[in-house]
C-alpha cells in the first residue's frame, strides 16, 4: 500500500504565495500521474492540477491557471504545488492523488485515482 504525505499547508493572506508538497511512502512508486483536489466546505471536491510522469504533460484547472504551477521531483517521488497570487476562493482542504494504471485517463476526475493523501488545509484571509 502507498501513502501519500501532504505537507505546507497554513494561513495567509490574500495575494501571498504557499508551496505544497506530496511525498510518497515508498521511495520506489512510481504512478501514471499524480494530482490535486481541493475541497471548500459544502463543495464538492475538485480538480486543481495534475500532470503525466511520462511525457511530463501539465493540466490545470481555469480557476488556477497562471497562478497555480504543479512540478515533480522524480529522484523523491515528491510533488509539489506552487501557489501564488492566492485569494479567499482558493481557501480548501488540499489532496494529493496519484494514478498507478497506465490506462488513458484524463487526470481531471477524483475516480481516476487510486491512492490519496490525508488533505492539507489552506485558509487565505481577505
Known amino acids: 500500500q502507498v501513502q501519500l504525505v501532504e505537507s505546507g499547508g497554513g494561513l495567509v493572506q490574500a495575494g501571498d504565495s504557499l508551496r505544497l508538497s506530496c511525498a510518497a511512502s515508498?521511495?520506489?512508486?512510481?504512478?501514471?500521474?499524480m494530482g490535486w483536489f481541493r475541497q471548500a466546505p459544502g463543495k464538492e471536491r475538485e480538480f486543481v492540477a495534475a500532470?503525466?510522469?511520462?511525457?511530463?504533460?501539465?493540466y490545470y484547472a481555469d480557476s488556477v491557471k497562471g497562478r497555480f504551477t504543479i512540478s515533480r521531483d522524480g529522484a523523491k517521488n515528491t510533488m509539489y504545488l506552487q501557489m501564488n497570487s492566492l485569494k479567499p476562493e482558493d481557501t480548501a482542504v488540499y489532496y494529493c492523488?496519484?494514478?498507478?494504471?497506465?490506462?488513458?485517463?484524463?487526470?481531471?476526475?477524483?475516480?481516476?485515482?487510486?491512492?490519496w493523501g490525508q488533505g492539507t488545509q489552506v485558509t487565505v484571509s481577505s
Open positions: 492523488a496519484a494514478r498507478s494504471s497506465a490506462l488513458p485517463a484524463t487526470l481531471r476526475f477524483s475516480d481516476e485515482y487510486d491512492y
Open positions: 515508498r521511495p520506489t512508486f512510481r504512478s501514471a500521474g
Open positions: 500532470f503525466r510522469w511520462i511525457g511530463g504533460s501539465t
